[in-house]
């Protein structure tokens, strides 16, 4: 059974950070990509940032990019985002998600997903 496990979310002030965690198991960091999405209050789930296969690709998106970083431990088969310099906009409830991205889709088509961790950013 897959599953995908968030953490590290909570209340920040701006300007302060976060590292959230993705524990995976059930399949490999080396043969999907994992992505990280958002989905604030009133709005639609975003792809923010991926990783894999096997740490070949990275991408951030404009929106945090410069703030945010991706990262993967094989290992530990876990995924990190670091998130510095919050911002009240980024609030949301952050999912990562893990599969074959198709990005001509709103969410990626991704096959398995978290169930979320809230991440709220006060001014």
């Known amino acids: 059974e897959v599953q995908l496990v968030e953490s590290g979310g909570g209340l920040v002030q701006a300007g302060g950070s976060l590292r959230l965690s993705c524990a995976v198991s059930?399949?490999?960091?080396?043969?999907?990509?994992i992505g990280w999405f958002r989905q604030a209050p009133g709005k639609e789930r975003e792809g923010i940032s991926y990783?894999?296969?096997?740490?070949?690709?990275?991408f951030v998106g404009d929106s945090v990019k410069g703030r945010f970083t991706i990262s993967g431990d094989s290992a530990k088969n876990t995924v990190y985002l670091q998130m510095n310099d919050l911002k009240p906009e980024d609030t949301a409830v952050y999912y990562c998600?893990?599969?074959?991205?198709?990005?001509?889709?709103?969410?990626?088509?991704?096959?398995?997903w978290g169930s979320g961790t809230l991440v709220t950013v006060s001014s």
């Open positions: 998600a893990a599969g074959f991205p198709d990005f001509s889709t709103s969410e990626w088509d991704m096959d398995y």
């Open positions: 059930g399949l490999s960091l080396d043969d999907y990509v």
């Open positions: 990783i894999g296969v096997a740490d070949a690709i990275r």
